[in-house]
């Protein structure tokens, strides 16, 4: 490969500990200057490609604007999902007070992490990972990363290679993604790294004191190290006519598939439940111009994670893209001869359907585990490195895990999340011990409506506000006994990316501080 040497900056036009985007031809670097060295990268998340020029740096971590991957701003490392890839890195060095980068002809995007093979004639262990969602996929990949150099098996339900899940209820749905841009890894990664991928296999029985994984067909593998991350289950509805075609649930690749079959001529459709897959799905349909109507038990989307002025402002956001709302009101039966016709309310009205998606929850996919200790909610409990039994771990939706930030144990629904978790089971495993301290964050975009929340929150004793709810541009923490636990935002993308840090390094500020004037947390986090 050809390389130019090109200079980028000035050494005074960059502070240490800052970082700063820059131009060399047609391409962007991300240059920072940390403990007084210069480094250059990639200019954009190797996630979904966001300026990380508009995010943060905080100490040697890289936080991405819109989804909080981090990396190290020294070597471009991952440190945090929901990226899989680090950033490609360029050879930087100082010649008086001119910063000069060694730059390719041709850079690369992203950069595969640093990963051993497998190595049987050194290690004959097998590790085993039940779900090949965010939580399972995270950790086959962390184990080759940690230099484990035995088998792993990634065992899925389904019949595809892992992917992309959020998706399926946003830009696949809508009709924005092709399947194709769907996996997260192509197959030639996983056999490149020696992650044996044993997709359509249905696992019944997990014997603790065995170590014995049974399948349906009754074929048994045996583990030396095993984990479980075999995600949710989506509710249904116990009501007549739910099992009438055209009433879908939306969780899988295959769920959203048959929701597109069933689209063309279509042209009215119900959402049963004002959760996340639920108001996705509204924005997504309503995306393909079908009238929706939104049925809910409760006042306002959100109202119960938010509270009711930012669940007015979803379905606020909603009204004005054409969404209708029956709410406080619930499912009384649907009607139909083959295919959904009707949707009867408990208040007698009844709506015209052409297809039904239930967005009520998901439970967690534990039922088939017997030995291991279990939240009352079918969670498994586990300890700060995610174990649940001697080599027994367990990550993502199905983990009851402790949080550093109140001492309590959490169960946590989130796609970032689990790959946090995934990549923590995944160092445990590989005898690198690690426990949850980072902050739980997500996203959802519909109805033109972009939300950032880090943190968890069941409850709160207040929200403080900074700026207007209505105007979509505002940061609101939630304060529980006295301290943040959460912080939501519309139109703040860095402060949220601050706001992250500045909870995780304990450097919050009090809620009397908040409420006595507008705090700047990007500023707070550079002090």
Not at 58 to 84: M, N, Q, T, Y
Not at 318 to 338: A, Q, S
Request: with cysteine.
């Amino acid at each position: 490969m050809n390389y130019k040497n090109v200079k980028i900056l000035k050494k005074d036009d960059l502070q240490d500990g800052g970082m700063k985007t820059v131009k060399v031809a047609q391409n962007e670097i991300l240059v920072t200057r940390v403990d007084d060295e210069f480094h250059a990268f990639a200019a954009h998340c190797t996630h979904y490609g966001a300026p990380l020029g508009d995010g943060v740096l905080s100490g040697v971590r890289i936080v991405c604007p819109w989804h909080h991957a981090c990396f190290h701003a020294k070597s471009g490392d991952l440190l945090e999902p929901p990226a899989l890839n680090a950033l490609p890195s360029f050879e930087v060095k100082v010649e008086g007070n001119d910063v000069i980068v060694r730059f390719p002809e041709k850079p690369e995007a992203a950069r595969i992490p640093d990963m051993t093979k497998l190595q049987p004639e050194k290690d004959k262990r097998i590790y085993i990972i039940l779900g090949a969602g965010a939580a399972g996929n995270a950790a086959a990949q962390v184990l080759r990363e940690t230099g484990f150099m035995g088998r792993i098996l990634l065992i899925s339900r389904e019949k595809r290679l892992p992917y992309d899940r959020p998706n399926l209820s946003k830009d696949y749905l809508q009709g924005d993604a092709d399947p194709a841009w769907m996996p997260l890894r192509s197959e030639e990664f996983y056999k490149s790294h020696d992650i044996e991928l044993l997709l359509g296999r249905l696992v019944k029985r997990v014997n603790i004191p065995t170590r014995t994984v049974t399948f349906s067909d009754e074929d048994t593998l045996i583990y030396d190290k095993l984990l479980i991350a075999t995600g949710g289950i989506p509710r249904t509805l116990a009501v007549a006519g739910a099992d009438l075609k055209n009433v879908f649930t939306l969780r899988s690749f295959d769920d959203s598939d048959a929701i597109i079959n069933v689209l063309e001529g279509a042209g009215e459709a119900v959402i049963v439940g004002s959760s996340f897959i639920g108001m996705e799905a509204t924005s997504s349909l309503r995306h393909r111009g079908l009238k929706v109507t939104v049925v809910s038990r409760d006042q306002f989307p959100f109202e119960r994670v938010f509270g009711p002025d930012i669940g007015k402002l979803f379905k606020d956001g909603h009204e004005k893209n054409g969404v209708t709302f029956k709410l406080k009101t619930e499912v009384k039966k649907f009607e139909g001869k083959d295919s959904v016709e009707a949707v009867v309310l408990s208040n007698g009205e009844r709506l015209k359907a052409d297809l039904v998606i239930a967005g009520i929850g998901v439970k967690p996919a534990t039922d088939f585990i017997q030995g291991l200790e279990k939240s009352s909610d079918g969670g498994i409990l586990v300890d700060k490195n995610l174990k649940a039994a001697e080599d027994v771990y367990v990550a993502g939706d199905i983990a009851s895990f402790p949080f550093w930030l109140t001492g309590k144990n959490i169960r946590i629904e989130h796609w970032r999340t689990s790959e946090q978790l995934g990549r923590i089971a995944g160092r445990n495993m590989a005898g690198k011990e690690t426990t949850y301290s980072s902050m739980p964050f997500f996203w959802t975009n519909q109805a033109g409506l972009y939300f950032r929340y880090v943190g968890h929150a069941t409850t709160w004793d207040e929200i403080i506000v900074q700026g207007e709810i209505p105007a979509k541009d505002f940061l609101a923490y939630f304060i529980q006994e006295d301290s943040v636990v959460a912080v939501a935002g519309m139109g703040r993308d860095k402060e949220m990316a601050a706001v992250e840090e500045l909870i995780r390094l304990k450097k919050m500020p009090s809620p009397e501080e908040i409420r006595n004037g507008s705090i700047d947390p990007v500023r707070m986090l550079s002090t």
